[in-house]
């Protein structure tokens, strides 16, 4: 059993990608006395999540982008590969990863992301300030009460890492919960008779769907439901261990992904709102009309105006300049006609928003052409898959377009991780007893997530916050696309929970503070020279990670924000006011770390980062 903490508690649900990158957060960012339980209910993703975990990610299964977008901290641009080549233990490292030179357009294994993840978070454990703690405990929240004084977590299977008592039910007590839950699972009803099916594999990212992959004979005939890039990790594996049998891509839009170059760089560039889209919406056909012909006059724009652009790359440039406008176009779309066209078109609209490393596309691109021609792209959905007499599976395939019906028997069907973005039909306890008692909802204009505000915040069924409970990554999803124009996995992905980890954990640790940290917008220092000061202090003092630095920083900064203080007529008076001093200057820090209208490395050097050093170790 977890004592009751003597000093303020976090409860960190999830201990993911979304999870442990918040854990690093606040234990970077912390100042005071704080204990970080960083809880996960499967111990394989620790640190991980589905994505990244090691045992679903052969060493053939590569990040969707280059290695130097991979660093879990947005203003340390290339810090995975520094990691990567100079800090990780590559003693079981295979050819040709063993002695390969990780650069920033290089490709990168999926399943080193948990060493690196493991490693900074260790990092950060070390160089956090005295009094602040992590506990890594194992257990599934099942429920959670929120009390006057915190909140109350119903853990299953509690137990504290490293120690032999434990495992059964316990009411956690907290001060805060952050939920990282992260994806939730599907349940495919096209495969509801063969889910136990020898020939049929639910989940590819997992050990026994690797191991059914890497088993299957070479001249076997496969069916891969999806053609986004998770199927094309499927289909990359077995064509890389020489698999000659036909492999069907079925996908419902026909979606193909694009190769990055070789030399490809993120980048942002600006282009005007694209302002037809914010007329009144008269109809999909007329919406789309719209969209196509703006579409095509911003990707004119773009090859126009800047030549050195690749071809490959206009439609994400195009995709990502657009992000701040999407918001009030989408306000203009009927709720119901939102919902279909996110389902109809969020393929699609993945695929104009990023591109594929070569190490994959190479494969799949090599096998879709003739006279290779072992990949075949099915375009249509699956309406059932059945076992045939042989113990084969016949998958029977619907067209859109004629809605003529074909069957597709293959020796191994394989189901991409479909997740499922409606909490309506989330079937996890804590998500399930959360809505029943009305302490989340269902993201109403999206059906996808549930609805927080604009902290991430939990909201109930009256539109109030629910106390101290925030959120991370997937839950979010509906929220970033109405609010931040992000569609896709792109309202989840990397980028997005850098940003997420970022403020969530700076505002969890002003809840600490202040019932209410929004007080601090009633302070009118910008204008002030001091006030400048003191962000620039508190944007270095986020984004340094070695204690001595930061603790140099923060004694700066408690001198800067003194300075602001003016007469006061008690001491007491004098102490809140700089409090609420300091809470506006790091809201106005958080704000310039987590700015997207620049690259990562825009921002680093706007923001003036490039001293920064690691922390030793």
Known sequence: MLPTAVCPRILVVGAGLAGTATAIRLLCFARGPLEVVLLERRADYRYAGVAYHRDGNPWDHVFNIQAGRMSAFREDVLDFVVWAN?????????????????????????????????????????????????????????????????????????????????????????DEVILATGLELREPAFAAGVLGHPSFVRDPYSAAGVATLEALAPEATVAIVGSVLSAYDSAALLLRRGHTGTIHLISGS??????????????????????????????????????????????????????????????????????????????????????GMLDEYGTAVSALRVCAVKYTMSVIEHAMRPPDGRLRLVVGRVKTITPTASGRLAATVTSARSQTSHIIEADLVVSNFAREPDYDRVRQPLWRNLLAKGLAVPHRRTGRGVEVDRHGTLLGGDGEPIGPVLTVGVPREGDEIVRNGRTGAFAFNLAAIKNQSIAVAAHALALLDFDNPAESGNIRQAERPGFEEAVVLEVNRLATRARG????????LDASIRSLGGPHAAAADASRHERLVRAAVNRAAVERLTDVSVTPRQLRRRLGLAGIEHPEG
């Not at 630095?549 to 700066?556: H, P, S, T, V, Y």
């Open 86 to 174: 100079a800090e990780a233990d590559r003693s079981g490292w295979p050819a040709p990863w063993d002695d390969y030179e990780f650069a920033e357009h290089s490709p990168a294994p999926r399943r080193i992301f948990q060493d690196y993840l493991a490693e900074r978070l260790a990092q950060a454990v070390r160089e956090a300030r005295p009094g602040v703690v992590l506990v890594e405990a194992d257990g599934e929240a099942l429920d959670l009460d929120v009390r006057a004084d915190g909140v109350e977590v119903v853990v299953s299977g509690f137990a504290v890492r490293g120690q032999h008592s434990g495992g059964g039910t316990e009411i956690l007590p907290a």
């Open 254 to 339: 026909g979606t193909v992904f694009r190769a990055y170059p070789d030399d490809h760089e993120h980048d942002v560039i600006h282009l005007p709102c694209p302002r037809t889209l914010l007329e009144p919406y008269l109809g999909r056909q007329e919406f789309l009309a719209r969209l196509r012909a703006e579409w095509d006059a911003a990707c004119a724009v773009v090859a126009r105006d800047h030549p050195g652009i690749d071809a490959a790359v206009v439609a994400e440039r195009v995709a990502k300049a657009w992000e701040p406008y999407c918001p009030e176009a989408i306000a203009q779309i009927p709720t119901a006609e939102l919902r």
């Open 549 to 556: 630095e930061r603790e140099l920083l923060d004694a700066r």
